[in-house]
């Protein structure tokens, strides 16, 4: 591989000299501003410092029959060649070893900065809001494997990167970031802010224990500030033959859960409200006995800015969070918390909801199927 560093004004007068002395099969590895010139700090230009390369093994045109009537040059040994090949590559490892030192201490991406396959991903990453924190662990391990890979002939495809990415991915994710939808507890809440859909997914949950496990199921509601969610409770309730009460505090709810003591699952619906109140949580509280036996899960929308999740997380943290779904994966492209919730913020992903449709459109998530949305695209199955 020959390598080549350039000073230029623009990327367009470097890209016109790579072709004209690398070839067009060369590729940009690195690109970044420097400032040349000036007195004593005062009076220097901006220009870019761009490094490319190229497969260095000589490409003939077909049809030409190389020819030559001089003298055999001999006057490069063998061992003078293989040092000369051995100089080569350490300047590349060198130059491949700072992209990494900057990788490491750069707060933010810039571009052309990683070689070409690996700059792809990176671009798809945070196209799908993936966190800078997780893209930069991510990146490293890759160009780690870059550097790992410059004396191997053919280069990794793209499509070999990409199957890199996925291993880097998954390592990524523990085996604790992926649950499962868990009956094993009587009381299961559901707790969020307002329109992530708790009362559509509580019902598709009720339908899939009652339905696919043969329990005995009821709903409590305490979502009494939205007449519209216990309406549509009621509705489901009645669709899928199930009880359900609808309670205001906590001795309606002791009184509730006497009333369904023979029942085998009791699904707890709670109101949404707006989650930057910090009285939310308190009053929910007085409603709902988090201390008991119980598991809870968060319900959070996959159309929501991360951001907004993370506040979302820190406004729930007094309540012990068991696991997190995450509904609307349908209305949007952007699927960036599947990664960052399991990773970023430790919390285990039970189920996610891709639609409507009771009790279909949602499925419990493997490590192989979250690294895939993210890779692949918007994909269901």
Excluded at 313 to 330: A, P, Y
Excluded at 332 to 356: F, R
Aim: aromatic share 8%; with cysteine; hydrophobic share 40%.
């Amino acid at each position: 591989m020959k390598v080549k560093k350039y000073i230029v004004k623009s990327m367009a007068e470097a890209r016109a000299s790579i072709q004209t002395e690398l070839g067009k099969d060369a590729i940009i590895l690195h690109s970044k501003e420097v400032e040349t010139g000036g007195f004593l700090g005062f009076f220097t230009k901006k220009k870019l410092e761009v490094i490319a390369a190229v497969d260095s093994k000589e490409q003939e045109k077909p049809g030409v029959i190389k020819k030559s009537f001089d003298k055999p040059d001999f006057s490069h040994s063998e061992m003078e060649k293989a040092q000369h090949d051995q100089s080569v590559l350490t300047e590349e490892l060198k130059m491949v070893k700072g992209l990494l030192k900057d990788l490491s201490e750069q707060n933010k991406f810039e571009v052309n900065l990683y070689p070409a396959p690996i700059e792809r991903l990176s671009r798809k990453l945070q196209t799908h809001g993936v966190s800078q924190t997780i893209i930069q662990r991510v990146l490293k391990e890759l160009m780690m494997e870059y550097a790992a890979t410059l004396d191997q002939m053919p280069a990794l495809s793209a499509n070999g990167w990409e199957l890199k990415l996925v291993n880097v991915l998954k390592e990524e994710l523990r085996e604790s970031s992926i649950g499962d939808v868990n009956f094993d507890k009587k009381f299961i809440q559901l707790i969020g802010p307002t329109g992530v859909g708790k009362t559509t997914t509580i019902a598709k949950l009720a339908a899939w224990a009652s339905l696919k496990k043969q329990k005995k199921v009821a709903f409590i509601t305490t979502d009494t500030y939205r007449i519209a969610a216990v309406e549509q409770l009621k509705t489901y309730a009645k669709i899928l033959e199930l009880p359900l009460e609808v309670v205001y505090t906590m001795e309606e709810m002791r009184q509730a859960k006497q009333k369904f003591e023979q029942y085998d699952l009791i699904l707890i619906d709670s109101a949404g409200r707006n989650f930057t109140d910090r009285k939310y949580v308190s009053e929910l509280s007085q409603i709902i006995d988090f201390k008991e036996d119980a598991h809870t899960y968060l319900v959070l929308s996959l159309t929501s800015k991360y951001e907004d999740m993370k506040q979302i997380i820190e406004q729930f943290s007094l309540i012990e969070i068991n696991q997190v779904i995450l509904t609307k994966k349908d209305e949007t492209s952007s699927l960036g918390a599947l990664l960052n919730i399991p990773i970023e913020e430790g919390l285990p992903l039970a189920c996610v909801s891709h639609g409507q449709n009771v009790p279909d459109d949602w499925l419990i998530p493997s490590k192989e199927w979250l690294v895939s949305q993210i890779i692949r695209g918007n994909e269901h199955d």
